[in-house]
Protein backbone atom coordinates (compact mmCIF):
# COMPACT_ATOMS: atom_id res chain seq x y z
CA UNK A 1 0.00 0.00 0.00
CA UNK A 2 2.89 2.16 0.03
CA UNK A 3 4.48 3.71 3.02
CA UNK A 4 2.44 5.33 5.75
CA UNK A 5 2.65 8.84 6.50
CA UNK A 6 1.35 11.39 8.76
CA UNK A 7 -1.47 13.61 7.42
CA UNK A 8 0.21 17.46 6.45
CA UNK A 9 -2.54 19.09 8.39
CA UNK A 10 -4.80 17.94 11.49
CA UNK A 11 -7.77 19.05 13.37
CA UNK A 12 -7.30 20.87 16.36
CA UNK A 13 -9.52 19.33 18.67
CA UNK A 14 -11.90 16.77 18.95
CA UNK A 15 -14.57 19.15 19.32
CA UNK A 16 -13.74 21.12 16.33
CA UNK A 17 -13.90 18.05 14.43
CA UNK A 18 -17.05 16.78 15.50
CA UNK A 19 -18.99 20.17 15.07
CA UNK A 20 -17.59 21.00 11.30
CA UNK A 21 -18.64 17.42 10.79
CA UNK A 22 -21.97 18.32 11.91
CA UNK A 23 -21.84 21.49 10.13
CA UNK A 24 -20.87 19.26 6.79
CA UNK A 25 -24.49 17.72 7.42
CA UNK A 26 -26.34 20.73 8.37
CA UNK A 27 -27.23 22.46 6.16
CA UNK A 28 -30.18 24.22 4.06
CA UNK A 29 -31.77 21.26 3.67
CA UNK A 30 -32.34 20.95 7.48
CA UNK A 31 -34.26 23.98 7.17
CA UNK A 32 -35.54 24.05 3.39
CA UNK A 33 -36.00 20.65 2.59
CA UNK A 34 -37.07 18.30 5.59
CA UNK A 35 -40.49 20.31 6.30
CA UNK A 36 -41.72 20.31 3.02
CA UNK A 37 -40.84 16.74 2.29
CA UNK A 38 -42.81 15.83 5.51
CA UNK A 39 -45.51 17.89 4.40
CA UNK A 40 -45.79 16.88 1.11
CA UNK A 41 -45.77 12.97 1.91
CA UNK A 42 -47.69 12.78 4.74
CA UNK A 43 -46.76 14.09 8.11
CA UNK A 44 -46.51 11.55 10.72
CA UNK A 45 -46.67 8.95 7.92
CA UNK A 46 -43.20 10.81 6.56
CA UNK A 47 -41.11 10.99 10.18
CA UNK A 48 -41.52 6.87 10.64
CA UNK A 49 -40.16 5.57 7.44
CA UNK A 50 -37.09 8.57 7.70
CA UNK A 51 -36.34 7.16 11.44
CA UNK A 52 -35.82 3.89 9.82
CA UNK A 53 -33.93 5.41 7.12
CA UNK A 54 -31.49 6.83 9.14
CA UNK A 55 -31.14 3.92 11.12
CA UNK A 56 -30.53 1.35 8.47
CA UNK A 57 -29.17 3.80 5.64
CA UNK A 58 -27.70 6.79 7.18
CA UNK A 59 -25.61 5.71 9.93
CA UNK A 60 -24.62 2.73 8.09
CA UNK A 61 -23.10 5.44 5.47
CA UNK A 62 -21.63 7.30 8.30
CA UNK A 63 -19.32 4.19 9.34
CA UNK A 64 -18.31 3.24 6.17
CA UNK A 65 -17.56 7.41 5.11
CA UNK A 66 -15.65 7.76 8.35
CA UNK A 67 -14.02 4.26 8.32
CA UNK A 68 -12.69 5.26 5.03
CA UNK A 69 -11.59 8.86 5.25
CA UNK A 70 -9.04 7.51 7.63
CA UNK A 71 -8.07 4.48 6.17
CA UNK A 72 -7.13 6.39 3.16
CA UNK A 73 -5.25 9.42 5.46
CA UNK A 74 -3.11 6.59 6.93
CA UNK A 75 -1.55 6.22 3.73
CA UNK A 76 -1.33 10.20 3.09
CA UNK A 77 -4.74 10.13 0.36
CA UNK A 78 -6.84 12.94 1.31
CA UNK A 79 -9.91 12.63 -1.41
CA UNK A 80 -11.69 10.03 -2.68
CA UNK A 81 -10.27 8.88 -5.98
CA UNK A 82 -7.37 7.63 -4.04
CA UNK A 83 -9.06 6.62 -0.50
CA UNK A 84 -11.12 4.22 -3.18
CA UNK A 85 -8.25 3.35 -5.19
CA UNK A 86 -6.53 2.30 -2.24
CA UNK A 87 -9.53 0.06 -1.31
CA UNK A 88 -9.64 -1.97 -4.27
CA UNK A 89 -7.60 -3.90 -6.98
CA UNK A 90 -8.90 -2.21 -9.82
CA UNK A 91 -8.78 1.01 -11.98
CA UNK A 92 -12.14 1.40 -12.33
CA UNK A 93 -12.79 2.63 -8.93
CA UNK A 94 -10.47 5.91 -8.86
CA UNK A 95 -12.59 7.26 -11.53
CA UNK A 96 -15.71 6.27 -9.50
CA UNK A 97 -13.90 8.51 -6.81
CA UNK A 98 -14.37 11.22 -8.95
CA UNK A 99 -18.11 11.78 -7.91
CA UNK A 100 -16.14 12.93 -4.55
CA UNK A 101 -15.14 16.25 -5.89
CA UNK A 102 -17.06 16.32 -9.34
CA UNK A 103 -20.31 16.48 -6.66
CA UNK A 104 -18.97 18.89 -4.52
CA UNK A 105 -17.92 21.71 -7.05
CA UNK A 106 -21.07 21.27 -8.78
CA UNK A 107 -23.40 21.43 -5.84
CA UNK A 108 -21.27 24.78 -4.40
CA UNK A 109 -21.92 26.33 -7.62
CA UNK A 110 -25.64 26.80 -6.91
CA UNK A 111 -25.59 25.88 -3.25
CA UNK A 112 -23.58 29.41 -2.47
CA UNK A 113 -26.58 31.12 -4.36
CA UNK A 114 -29.02 30.13 -2.14
CA UNK A 115 -26.49 31.32 0.55
CA UNK A 116 -26.34 34.70 -0.79
CA UNK A 117 -29.89 34.85 -0.93
CA UNK A 118 -29.96 34.29 3.02
CA UNK A 119 -27.18 37.17 3.61
CA UNK A 120 -29.70 39.73 1.45
CA UNK A 121 -32.57 39.32 3.36
CA UNK A 122 -30.62 39.85 6.42
CA UNK A 123 -30.07 42.96 5.19
CA UNK A 124 -33.33 43.61 3.70
CA UNK A 125 -34.98 42.15 6.75
CA UNK A 126 -33.13 45.11 9.11
CA UNK A 127 -34.05 48.06 6.50
CA UNK A 128 -37.14 47.25 6.48
CA UNK A 129 -38.23 46.27 3.12
CA UNK A 130 -41.19 44.15 3.87
CA UNK A 131 -42.63 45.78 5.96
CA UNK A 132 -46.41 46.38 5.25
CA UNK A 133 -45.90 43.53 1.91
CA UNK A 134 -48.34 40.84 1.66
CA UNK A 135 -47.74 37.58 1.54
CA UNK A 136 -48.02 37.88 -2.18
CA UNK A 137 -45.83 40.44 -2.34
CA UNK A 138 -42.99 39.05 -0.23
CA UNK A 139 -43.16 36.40 -2.86
CA UNK A 140 -43.21 38.31 -6.03
CA UNK A 141 -39.69 40.47 -4.27
CA UNK A 142 -38.01 37.09 -4.01
CA UNK A 143 -39.04 35.87 -7.89
CA UNK A 144 -37.93 39.62 -9.12
CA UNK A 145 -34.50 38.81 -7.30
CA UNK A 146 -33.88 35.39 -8.75
CA UNK A 147 -34.95 36.39 -12.46
CA UNK A 148 -38.40 34.60 -12.33
CA UNK A 149 -40.38 37.71 -13.60
CA UNK A 150 -37.66 38.63 -16.34
CA UNK A 151 -35.36 36.81 -19.08
CA UNK A 152 -32.77 39.26 -17.44
CA UNK A 153 -32.37 41.45 -20.37
CA UNK A 154 -30.52 43.90 -17.71
CA UNK A 155 -27.28 42.72 -15.67
CA UNK A 156 -28.15 41.70 -12.33
CA UNK A 157 -25.95 43.30 -10.52
CA UNK A 158 -26.94 42.79 -6.83
CA UNK A 159 -27.47 39.18 -7.00
CA UNK A 160 -24.28 38.72 -8.87
CA UNK A 161 -22.28 40.89 -6.42
CA UNK A 162 -23.80 39.13 -3.33
CA UNK A 163 -23.13 36.18 -5.47
CA UNK A 164 -19.42 36.70 -5.56
CA UNK A 165 -19.19 37.90 -2.33
CA UNK A 166 -20.33 35.04 -0.46
CA UNK A 167 -18.04 32.85 -2.88
CA UNK A 168 -15.00 35.23 -2.12
CA UNK A 169 -15.88 34.60 1.69
CA UNK A 170 -16.07 30.83 1.20
CA UNK A 171 -12.31 30.81 -0.78
CA UNK A 172 -10.93 33.42 1.86
CA UNK A 173 -11.80 30.84 4.77
CA UNK A 174 -10.52 27.72 2.99
CA UNK A 175 -7.57 29.46 1.83
CA UNK A 176 -7.27 29.09 6.03
CA UNK A 177 -7.18 25.50 6.08
CA UNK A 178 -8.59 22.93 9.00
CA UNK A 179 -7.86 26.02 10.79
CA UNK A 180 -10.29 28.36 9.42
CA UNK A 181 -13.05 25.84 8.75
CA UNK A 182 -12.96 24.67 12.48
CA UNK A 183 -13.42 28.48 13.36
CA UNK A 184 -16.33 28.94 11.45
CA UNK A 185 -17.83 25.43 12.52
CA UNK A 186 -17.12 26.75 16.61
CA UNK A 187 -18.87 29.98 16.06
CA UNK A 188 -21.89 28.91 13.47
CA UNK A 189 -22.81 25.87 14.96
CA UNK A 190 -23.80 27.02 18.43
CA UNK A 191 -25.49 30.46 16.97
CA UNK A 192 -27.20 28.50 14.54
CA UNK A 193 -28.30 26.17 17.02
CA UNK A 194 -29.48 29.57 19.62
CA UNK A 195 -31.28 30.99 16.57
CA UNK A 196 -33.01 27.71 15.61
CA UNK A 197 -34.39 27.19 19.28
CA UNK A 198 -35.55 30.91 19.57
CA UNK A 199 -37.50 30.56 16.52
CA UNK A 200 -38.55 26.92 17.48
CA UNK A 201 -39.83 28.53 20.86
CA UNK A 202 -41.74 31.29 19.50
CA UNK A 203 -43.52 28.14 16.78
CA UNK A 204 -44.12 26.30 19.75
CA UNK A 205 -46.02 29.11 21.95
CA UNK A 206 -47.79 30.19 19.08
CA UNK A 207 -50.83 28.53 19.15
CA UNK A 208 -54.05 30.35 18.22
CA UNK A 209 -53.01 33.81 18.76
CA UNK A 210 -51.84 34.16 15.16
CA UNK A 211 -55.45 33.61 13.58
CA UNK A 212 -57.45 36.38 11.61
CA UNK A 213 -60.56 36.56 9.85
CA UNK A 214 -59.10 35.41 6.60
CA UNK A 215 -57.54 32.10 8.22
CA UNK A 216 -60.22 31.98 11.55
CA UNK A 217 -58.79 28.00 11.59
CA UNK A 218 -54.88 29.00 12.15
CA UNK A 219 -53.78 27.25 15.04
CA UNK A 220 -49.71 26.47 15.17
CA UNK A 221 -50.25 23.31 16.97
CA UNK A 222 -52.29 21.92 14.25
CA UNK A 223 -48.99 21.88 11.87
CA UNK A 224 -47.06 20.06 14.94
CA UNK A 225 -49.44 17.70 15.10
CA UNK A 226 -49.72 17.06 11.45
CA UNK A 227 -46.10 16.43 11.64
CA UNK A 228 -45.87 14.21 14.47
CA UNK A 229 -48.78 12.15 14.25
CA UNK A 230 -47.43 8.57 13.74
CA UNK A 231 -49.57 6.87 10.16
CA UNK A 232 -48.78 3.22 10.12
CA UNK A 233 -50.16 3.06 6.52
CA UNK A 234 -46.86 4.79 5.14
CA UNK A 235 -44.86 1.90 5.60
CA UNK A 236 -46.40 0.23 2.63
CA UNK A 237 -46.24 3.24 -0.06
CA UNK A 238 -43.14 3.21 -1.59
CA UNK A 239 -43.37 6.90 -2.72
CA UNK A 240 -42.79 7.92 0.90
CA UNK A 241 -40.07 5.90 1.72
CA UNK A 242 -38.23 7.12 -1.52
CA UNK A 243 -38.34 10.63 -0.31
CA UNK A 244 -37.39 9.51 3.46
CA UNK A 245 -34.56 7.54 2.12
CA UNK A 246 -33.57 10.85 -0.38
CA UNK A 247 -33.61 13.01 2.56
CA UNK A 248 -30.89 11.00 4.48
CA UNK A 249 -28.61 11.67 1.65
CA UNK A 250 -29.18 15.82 1.81
CA UNK A 251 -29.22 15.72 5.72
CA UNK A 252 -26.26 13.70 6.17
CA UNK A 253 -24.10 15.06 3.15
CA UNK A 254 -23.43 11.21 2.50
CA UNK A 255 -22.31 10.52 -0.94
CA UNK A 256 -20.73 13.18 -1.51
CA UNK A 257 -17.14 12.54 -0.54
CA UNK A 258 -16.96 15.61 2.12
CA UNK A 259 -16.84 13.18 5.39
CA UNK A 260 -13.93 10.73 3.73
CA UNK A 261 -12.08 14.02 3.00
CA UNK A 262 -12.50 15.65 6.82
CA UNK A 263 -12.09 11.93 7.81
CA UNK A 264 -8.84 11.61 5.74
CA UNK A 265 -6.97 14.00 8.06
CA UNK A 266 -7.71 12.34 11.51
CA UNK A 267 -5.27 10.77 14.08
CA UNK A 268 -5.27 7.01 13.12
CA UNK A 269 -6.62 5.48 16.35
CA UNK A 270 -9.24 8.19 16.72
CA UNK A 271 -12.37 6.87 17.56
CA UNK A 272 -14.65 7.10 14.69
CA UNK A 273 -17.42 5.38 15.62
CA UNK A 274 -18.99 7.81 18.11
CA UNK A 275 -17.50 10.73 16.13
CA UNK A 276 -20.23 9.32 13.49
CA UNK A 277 -22.94 8.74 16.04
CA UNK A 278 -22.19 12.19 17.60
CA UNK A 279 -22.35 14.31 14.63
CA UNK A 280 -25.19 12.36 12.82
CA UNK A 281 -27.50 12.76 15.98
CA UNK A 282 -26.25 16.24 16.24
CA UNK A 283 -27.50 16.77 12.52
CA UNK A 284 -31.13 14.30 13.72
CA UNK A 285 -31.56 17.14 16.10
CA UNK A 286 -31.63 20.12 14.34
CA UNK A 287 -33.57 18.92 11.37
CA UNK A 288 -36.04 16.79 13.18
CA UNK A 289 -36.70 19.33 16.30
CA UNK A 290 -35.64 22.05 15.12
CA UNK A 291 -36.37 21.85 11.30
CA UNK A 292 -39.76 21.06 12.42
CA UNK A 293 -40.53 23.67 14.68
CA UNK A 294 -40.42 26.27 12.68
CA UNK A 295 -41.69 26.69 9.13
CA UNK A 296 -44.56 24.87 9.48
CA UNK A 297 -45.91 25.78 12.80
CA UNK A 298 -45.24 29.38 12.30
CA UNK A 299 -47.10 29.01 8.62
CA UNK A 300 -50.08 27.32 10.25
CA UNK A 301 -50.33 29.50 13.25
CA UNK A 302 -50.96 32.46 10.31
CA UNK A 303 -52.28 31.16 7.19
CA UNK A 304 -53.71 27.66 8.26
CA UNK A 305 -53.08 23.83 7.88
CA UNK A 306 -54.37 23.73 4.65
CA UNK A 307 -53.20 26.73 3.06
CA UNK A 308 -49.43 24.97 4.23
CA UNK A 309 -50.56 21.66 2.07
CA UNK A 310 -51.47 23.41 -0.29
CA UNK A 311 -48.39 26.12 -0.74
CA UNK A 312 -45.51 24.00 1.09
CA UNK A 313 -42.55 24.50 -1.03
CA UNK A 314 -38.99 24.85 -1.27
CA UNK A 315 -39.62 29.11 -1.35
CA UNK A 316 -41.75 29.62 1.67
CA UNK A 317 -38.52 30.04 3.56
CA UNK A 318 -37.69 33.37 1.85
CA UNK A 319 -41.68 33.81 -0.32
CA UNK A 320 -43.15 33.77 2.88
CA UNK A 321 -41.30 33.86 6.82
CA UNK A 322 -40.40 37.61 5.84
CA UNK A 323 -44.48 38.36 5.68
CA UNK A 324 -45.19 36.28 8.87
CA UNK A 325 -42.28 37.98 10.81
CA UNK A 326 -44.37 41.32 10.05
CA UNK A 327 -47.03 40.23 12.07
CA UNK A 328 -44.95 40.42 14.60
CA UNK A 329 -44.10 44.14 14.82
CA UNK A 330 -41.25 46.10 13.41
CA UNK A 331 -38.87 45.41 15.44
CA UNK A 332 -39.76 42.03 16.32
CA UNK A 333 -39.90 41.43 12.58
CA UNK A 334 -36.00 43.33 11.93
CA UNK A 335 -35.13 40.37 14.67
CA UNK A 336 -36.32 37.42 13.75
CA UNK A 337 -35.43 37.76 9.91
CA UNK A 338 -31.67 38.28 11.31
CA UNK A 339 -32.15 35.07 13.21
CA UNK A 340 -34.01 32.70 10.43
CA UNK A 341 -31.39 34.51 7.49
CA UNK A 342 -28.51 34.05 9.64
CA UNK A 343 -29.14 30.49 10.60
CA UNK A 344 -29.76 29.77 7.13
CA UNK A 345 -26.55 31.17 6.32
CA UNK A 346 -24.63 29.29 8.99
CA UNK A 347 -26.59 26.42 8.17
CA UNK A 348 -25.50 27.20 4.09
CA UNK A 349 -22.04 28.15 4.85
CA UNK A 350 -20.57 25.59 7.39
CA UNK A 351 -21.86 22.93 4.30
CA UNK A 352 -19.85 24.83 1.59
CA UNK A 353 -16.84 25.10 3.38
CA UNK A 354 -16.26 21.01 3.42
CA UNK A 355 -17.59 21.16 -0.26
CA UNK A 356 -13.93 22.78 -0.96
CA UNK A 357 -11.59 20.50 0.72
CA UNK A 358 -12.02 16.92 -1.61
CA UNK A 359 -10.72 19.12 -4.55
CA UNK A 360 -8.04 21.62 -2.21
CA UNK A 361 -6.90 17.81 -0.64
CA UNK A 362 -6.46 16.23 -4.05
CA UNK A 363 -4.79 18.94 -5.96
CA UNK A 364 -2.48 19.04 -2.70
CA UNK A 365 -1.59 15.11 -2.48
CA UNK A 366 -1.65 14.93 -6.27
CA UNK A 367 0.66 17.88 -7.55
CA UNK A 368 1.78 20.11 -4.66
CA UNK A 369 -0.93 22.92 -4.65
CA UNK A 370 -0.98 25.11 -1.25
CA UNK A 371 -4.42 26.19 0.33
CA UNK A 372 -4.44 29.33 -1.33
CA UNK A 373 -3.57 28.15 -4.79
CA UNK A 374 -6.17 25.48 -3.63
CA UNK A 375 -9.10 27.78 -2.62
CA UNK A 376 -8.69 30.07 -5.53
CA UNK A 377 -8.89 27.18 -8.33
CA UNK A 378 -11.88 25.73 -6.39
CA UNK A 379 -13.59 29.46 -6.56
CA UNK A 380 -12.95 29.75 -10.65
CA UNK A 381 -14.22 26.37 -10.77
CA UNK A 382 -17.50 27.49 -8.69
CA UNK A 383 -17.91 30.49 -10.38
CA UNK A 384 -17.94 29.23 -13.65
CA UNK A 385 -19.97 26.75 -13.12
CA UNK A 386 -22.08 29.12 -11.40
CA UNK A 387 -22.56 31.80 -13.04
CA UNK A 388 -25.27 30.12 -15.63
CA UNK A 389 -27.30 29.11 -12.38
CA UNK A 390 -27.91 32.88 -11.23
CA UNK A 391 -28.55 34.37 -14.83
CA UNK A 392 -30.23 31.87 -15.86
CA UNK A 393 -32.20 30.72 -13.29
CA UNK A 394 -35.56 31.14 -14.42
CA UNK A 395 -34.48 28.62 -17.63
CA UNK A 396 -34.03 25.88 -14.92
CA UNK A 397 -30.33 25.75 -15.04
CA UNK A 398 -30.33 25.66 -11.02
CA UNK A 399 -32.62 23.01 -10.85
CA UNK A 400 -31.00 21.00 -13.63
CA UNK A 401 -27.61 20.99 -11.12
CA UNK A 402 -29.52 20.56 -8.39
CA UNK A 403 -31.26 17.55 -9.55
CA UNK A 404 -28.35 15.73 -11.53
CA UNK A 405 -25.01 16.84 -9.07
CA UNK A 406 -27.43 17.56 -5.29
CA UNK A 407 -29.69 14.37 -6.47
CA UNK A 408 -28.89 11.77 -8.68
CA UNK A 409 -24.95 11.56 -8.68
CA UNK A 410 -24.82 11.49 -4.44
CA UNK A 411 -26.95 7.79 -4.53
CA UNK A 412 -25.15 6.63 -7.31
CA UNK A 413 -21.46 7.52 -5.59
CA UNK A 414 -23.24 5.79 -2.17
CA UNK A 415 -24.29 2.47 -3.91
CA UNK A 416 -21.02 2.23 -5.24
CA UNK A 417 -18.74 3.28 -2.52
CA UNK A 418 -21.11 0.80 -0.17
CA UNK A 419 -20.20 -2.23 -2.67
CA UNK A 420 -16.65 -1.31 -2.46
CA UNK A 421 -16.68 -1.40 1.41
CA UNK A 422 -18.37 -4.59 1.94
CA UNK A 423 -17.82 -6.70 -0.89
CA UNK A 424 -14.43 -5.41 -2.41
CA UNK A 425 -12.71 -4.04 0.55
CA UNK A 426 -14.51 -6.85 2.10
CA UNK A 427 -16.99 -6.14 5.33
CA UNK A 428 -14.41 -7.95 7.93
CA UNK A 429 -11.80 -5.56 7.39
CA UNK A 430 -14.57 -2.85 7.02
CA UNK A 431 -15.56 -3.61 10.42
CA UNK A 432 -12.19 -3.79 11.80
CA UNK A 433 -11.59 -0.72 10.60
CA UNK A 434 -14.47 1.05 11.82
CA UNK A 435 -14.14 -0.37 15.35
CA UNK A 436 -10.46 0.75 15.28
CA UNK A 437 -9.70 3.12 18.49
CA UNK A 438 -13.85 3.15 19.47
CA UNK A 439 -14.78 3.95 23.26
CA UNK A 440 -18.09 2.60 21.85
CA UNK A 441 -19.53 -0.93 21.07
CA UNK A 442 -21.34 -0.69 17.85
CA UNK A 443 -23.96 -3.49 17.98
CA UNK A 444 -22.79 -6.63 15.78
CA UNK A 445 -26.15 -6.38 13.61
CA UNK A 446 -24.65 -2.91 12.30
CA UNK A 447 -22.50 -5.79 10.08
CA UNK A 448 -25.44 -7.60 8.97
CA UNK A 449 -26.89 -4.39 7.88
CA UNK A 450 -23.77 -2.42 6.48
CA UNK A 451 -22.95 -5.44 4.00
CA UNK A 452 -26.41 -6.46 3.45
CA UNK A 453 -29.17 -4.04 3.89
CA UNK A 454 -27.36 -0.90 2.92
CA UNK A 455 -26.61 -1.61 -0.63
CA UNK A 456 -30.26 -2.57 -0.93
CA UNK A 457 -31.85 0.20 0.49
CA UNK A 458 -29.40 2.30 -2.09
CA UNK A 459 -30.07 -0.35 -5.66
CA UNK A 460 -33.94 0.34 -4.00
CA UNK A 461 -33.88 4.05 -4.30
CA UNK A 462 -31.53 4.47 -7.20
CA UNK A 463 -34.22 1.76 -9.79
CA UNK A 464 -36.86 3.85 -7.50
CA UNK A 465 -35.84 7.52 -9.46
CA UNK A 466 -34.85 5.88 -12.33
CA UNK A 467 -38.67 4.41 -13.04
CA UNK A 468 -40.69 6.55 -11.03
CA UNK A 469 -44.20 5.95 -11.82
CA UNK A 470 -46.81 8.06 -13.11
CA UNK A 471 -47.73 10.71 -10.08
CA UNK A 472 -45.84 8.19 -7.97
CA UNK A 473 -48.59 5.99 -8.07
CA UNK A 474 -46.61 2.70 -7.03
CA UNK A 475 -49.28 0.50 -5.98
CA UNK A 476 -51.20 1.12 -9.34
CA UNK A 477 -48.47 0.30 -11.76
CA UNK A 478 -47.33 -2.52 -9.61
CA UNK A 479 -50.75 -3.94 -10.34
CA UNK A 480 -50.66 -3.11 -14.19
CA UNK A 481 -47.72 -4.82 -14.39
CA UNK A 482 -49.02 -8.09 -12.61
CA UNK A 483 -52.15 -7.74 -14.56
CA UNK A 484 -50.29 -7.69 -17.66
CA UNK A 485 -50.52 -4.17 -18.25
CA UNK A 486 -47.86 -1.54 -18.96
CA UNK A 487 -45.46 0.54 -16.43
CA UNK A 488 -46.35 4.55 -17.18
CA UNK A 489 -43.16 6.22 -16.12
CA UNK A 490 -43.27 9.77 -14.78
CA UNK A 491 -41.79 13.17 -16.05
CA UNK A 492 -39.57 13.10 -12.91
CA UNK A 493 -38.11 9.42 -13.78
CA UNK A 494 -34.41 9.90 -14.51
CA UNK A 495 -35.43 7.50 -18.08
CA UNK A 496 -37.76 10.47 -18.85
CA UNK A 497 -35.29 13.24 -17.28
CA UNK A 498 -33.13 12.84 -19.84
CA UNK A 499 -34.95 13.29 -22.56
CA UNK A 500 -37.03 16.84 -21.36
CA UNK A 501 -39.92 14.55 -22.06
CA UNK A 502 -41.66 16.75 -19.77
CA UNK A 503 -41.15 19.88 -21.40
CA UNK A 504 -41.14 18.69 -24.99
CA UNK A 505 -45.27 17.93 -23.71
CA UNK A 506 -44.97 21.27 -22.47
CA UNK A 507 -44.18 22.95 -25.67
CA UNK A 508 -46.96 20.72 -27.51
CA UNK A 509 -49.59 22.55 -25.09
CA UNK A 510 -48.39 25.90 -25.51
CA UNK A 511 -51.18 28.01 -26.85
CA UNK A 512 -48.98 31.27 -27.61
CA UNK A 513 -45.36 31.90 -29.84
CA UNK A 514 -44.31 33.38 -26.60
CA UNK A 515 -44.85 30.44 -24.39
CA UNK A 516 -43.40 27.88 -27.08
CA UNK A 517 -40.09 30.48 -27.87
CA UNK A 518 -39.62 30.33 -23.64
CA UNK A 519 -39.60 26.53 -23.64
CA UNK A 520 -37.52 26.28 -26.42
CA UNK A 521 -35.09 28.19 -24.68
CA UNK A 522 -35.57 26.45 -21.40
CA UNK A 523 -34.65 23.03 -22.77
CA UNK A 524 -31.59 24.89 -24.88
CA UNK A 525 -30.24 26.11 -21.70
CA UNK A 526 -31.00 22.51 -19.83
CA UNK A 527 -28.96 20.55 -22.40
CA UNK A 528 -26.13 23.82 -22.23
CA UNK A 529 -26.29 23.31 -18.51
CA UNK A 530 -25.97 18.79 -18.31
CA UNK A 531 -23.07 19.58 -20.79
CA UNK A 532 -21.36 21.57 -18.09
CA UNK A 533 -21.73 19.09 -15.94
CA UNK A 534 -20.78 16.00 -17.95
CA UNK A 535 -17.47 18.52 -18.86
CA UNK A 536 -16.61 19.37 -15.30
CA UNK A 537 -16.83 15.09 -14.49
CA UNK A 538 -14.47 14.53 -17.73
CA UNK A 539 -11.84 17.58 -16.91
CA UNK A 540 -11.46 15.85 -13.06
CA UNK A 541 -10.88 12.66 -14.54
CA UNK A 542 -8.23 13.91 -16.51
CA UNK A 543 -6.50 15.30 -13.38
CA UNK A 544 -7.25 11.95 -11.98
CA UNK A 545 -5.12 9.95 -15.00
CA UNK A 546 -2.73 12.28 -15.10
CA UNK A 547 -1.89 12.09 -11.28
CA UNK A 548 -2.11 8.56 -11.71
CA UNK A 549 0.75 8.66 -14.62
CA UNK A 550 2.84 10.56 -11.81
CA UNK A 551 2.41 8.35 -9.05
CA UNK A 552 3.37 5.25 -11.46
CA UNK A 553 6.60 7.17 -12.36
CA UNK A 554 7.10 8.54 -8.78
CA UNK A 555 6.71 4.46 -7.68
CA UNK A 556 3.40 5.06 -5.75
CA UNK A 557 0.67 3.45 -5.75
CA UNK A 558 -1.45 3.16 -8.91
CA UNK A 559 -3.65 1.47 -11.20
CA UNK A 560 -2.67 1.28 -14.87
Request: include cysteine; charged fraction near 15%; glycine fraction near 10%.
Amino acid sequence: MGNKLMPREAWGSRLGLILAMAGNAVGLGNFLRFPVQAVQNGGGAFIFPYLICFLLMGIPLLFIEWSSGRYGGKFNNHSTPYIMDGMGNSKVWKYVGVFGIFTNIAVVAYYTYIESWSLVYILHSVVGTFKGLSQAEVAVFFNDYVGELSSYTWFPFETVFFYVLVLSLNIYILSKGLGGIEKVAKIGMPLLILFGVILAFRGLTLGESGKSDLFPDANAWDGLNFLWTPQFDSLTNPKVWLAAAGQIFFTLSVGMGTIQCYAAFIKANEDIALNAVSAGFMNEFVEVVLGSSIVIPIAAGYLGLDWVLKNAGFGMAFQTMPFLFQQWGETAAAFAGVLWFGLLFFAGITSSLAMGTPWMSFMKDEFGWGRNKGAWSFGMLALTMGLPTVLLYQFGVFDEYDYWAGTVSLVIFALLESVLFSWVFGIDKGWNEINEGSDIKIPQVYKFIIKYVTPLLLLFVFIGALISPYQNEWAENISSIMNGGNWVLDNSSIIKNISNFGLKEQFLLAHTDKEKSFIQDKIFYINMARLLLVGLFGFICSLVYLSNQKRLKEGKKGHE
